[in-house]
């Protein structure tokens, strides 16, 4: 069993930058893949992001590529996702996930967190 939570989320204008994390615990959180996915109002959950489990691999969907960064600290039991030039389009629910291989499918996560809002103003 992992639990994770996510926090770091909040109200942020046009162009500003945020940093998510999400915090795991329970078991070997260090051999498990971690993704964000996000969600907003009316729209399908989608994939943002994803590192492998050692740190070595990483994905991202195009249309956050070069503004944001995944990254993780196992010493920690840590994921983050740090969020640059963020723009409306942004707005979502952003979640965490873990799952036993990388990928970009929410059907290959095992654990889920609950969610932090993100919210973009123009």
């Known amino acids: 069993q992992v639990q994770l939570v996510e926090s770091g989320g909040g109200l942020v204008q046009a162009g500003g930058s945020l940093r998510l994390s999400c915090a795991g615990s329970?078991?070997?959180?260090?051999?498990?893949?971690m993704g964000w996915f996000r969600q907003a109002p009316g729209k399908e959950r989608e994939f943002v992001s994803v590192?492998?489990?050692?740190?070595?691999?990483?994905d991202y969907t195009d249309s956050v590529k070069g503004r944001f960064t995944i990254s993780r600290d196992n010493a920690k039991n840590t994921a983050y996702l740090q969020m640059n030039s963020l723009n409306p389009e942004d707005t979502a629910l952003y979640y965490c996930?873990?799952?036993?291989?990388?990928?970009?499918?929410?059907?290959?996560?095992?654990?889920w967190g609950q969610g932090t809002q993100v919210t973009v103003s123009s």
């Open positions: 590192i492998s489990w050692v740190g070595g691999t990483t």
């Open positions: 996930a873990a799952a036993r291989v990388t990928s970009m499918r929410s059907d290959a996560y095992v654990y």
């Open positions: 329970g078991r070997s959180f260090n051999t498990w893949a």
